[in-house]
C-alpha cells in the first residue's frame, strides 16, 4: 500500500522558535496534501490542504502566516509552524492522495512548545 | 456546512459480542462516507468506505440516507479490534477533503 512518512516523528522547541515538519509520500506521487492537527483524545482537524506547486488552501480561523505550508513536489510538503508558543502544542498528522483520492496519513509528528 | 457525529465516546464490550459505532452525517451534498480506525501507537487507517460495500476484519458498514447515519457494526468483537475509530466524510470538489468525527474508543474486554 502507500506510504506516507513524517520527519521528525516528535520535537521539542523553545517558544518563539519555528519549527518544520515534512511530509512525504514514499511510493506514490501525492497530488494533494492535507495537513491536520489532532489535541489529545480529540478528533482531527483539518488545517490546511496543498495541491503541488499551488498556494495552499486554509481553515477557517487557521492562521495562514502563522502555519506556512509549501508543497514543492509531489512528494514532498512541509508545514512550518513559525513563533512557536506553547500553545501551539500537538500532535500533527498530513495526509497525501494521489490519483485514487484515498487519503493515506502519516504517522504524526508530536511538537510540545516549552 | 458538513457534520460527522459519533455520540460515544467510549464503548467497551465483551470479547464475542455484537458491537456498533454510530455515526450520524450532515451534508447538502451526496455524501461519501468512510470508516478510520487508528490501533494503539499507529497511524490512521482506512477500515472500509461505504461506496465498496464491502466487509474489512467482520466490519460492516451501510449507508443510511433517510437516517443520515453510517453506523459501524461486527457481530463478534475480538480483542483486537480495540483501537479509536473515526467517521469520517468526504465532500465533493476537487479536493476531496475528510470532516471527521470525534471518534469512538472501543475497548473488547476478554
Known amino acids: 500500500g502507500a506510504v506516507v512518512s513524517q520527519h521528525p516523528s516528535w520535537v521539542i522547541c523553545k517558544s518563539g522558535t519555528s519549527v518544520k515538519i515534512e511530509c512525504r509520500s514514499l511510493d506514490f506521487q501525492a497530488t494533494t496534501m492535507f495537513w491536520y492537527r489532532q489535541f489529545p483524545k480529540q478528533s482531527l482537524m483539518l488545517m490546511a490542504t496543498?495541491?503541488?506547486?499551488?498556494?495552499?488552501?486554509?481553515e477557517q480561523g487557521v492562521e495562514k502566516d502563522k502555519f506556512l505550508i509549501n508543497h514543492a513536489s509531489l512528494t514532498l510538503s512541509t508545514l512550518t509552524v513559525t513563533s512557536a508558543h506553547p500553545e501551539d502544542s500537538s500532535f500533527y498528522i498530513c495526509s497525501a492522495s494521489g490519483s485514487g483520492n484515498e487519503q493515506f496519513f502519516g504517522p504524526g509528528t508530536r511538537l510540545t512548545v516549552l | 456546512a458538513q457534520r460527522v457525529t459519533q455520540p460515544e465516546k467510549l464503548l467497551s464490550v465483551f470479547k464475542g459480542a455484537p458491537v456498533e459505532l454510530k455515526c450520524n452525517y450532515s451534508?447538502?451534498?451526496?455524501?461519501?462516507l468512510f470508516w478510520y480506525v487508528q490501533y494503539s501507537r499507529q497511524r490512521l487507517q482506512l477500515l472500509l468506505r461505504h461506496i465498496s460495500r464491502e466487509s474489512i476484519k467482520g466490519f460492516t458498514a451501510d449507508l443510511n440516507k433517510g437516517e443520515t447515519s453510517f453506523h459501524l457494526k461486527k457481530p463478534f468483537a475480538q480483542e483486537e479490534d480495540s483501537a479509536m475509530y473515526y467517521c469520517?466524510?468526504?465532500?465533493?470538489?476537487?479536493?476531496?477533503?475528510?470532516?471527521f468525527g470525534k471518534g469512538t474508543l472501543l475497548t473488547v474486554n476478554p
Open positions: 451534508y447538502s451534498g451526496s455524501p461519501e
Open positions: 469520517a466524510l468526504r465532500s465533493g470538489g476537487s479536493n476531496y477533503k475528510l470532516t
Open positions: 496543498s495541491n503541488e506547486g499551488s498556494k495552499a488552501t486554509y
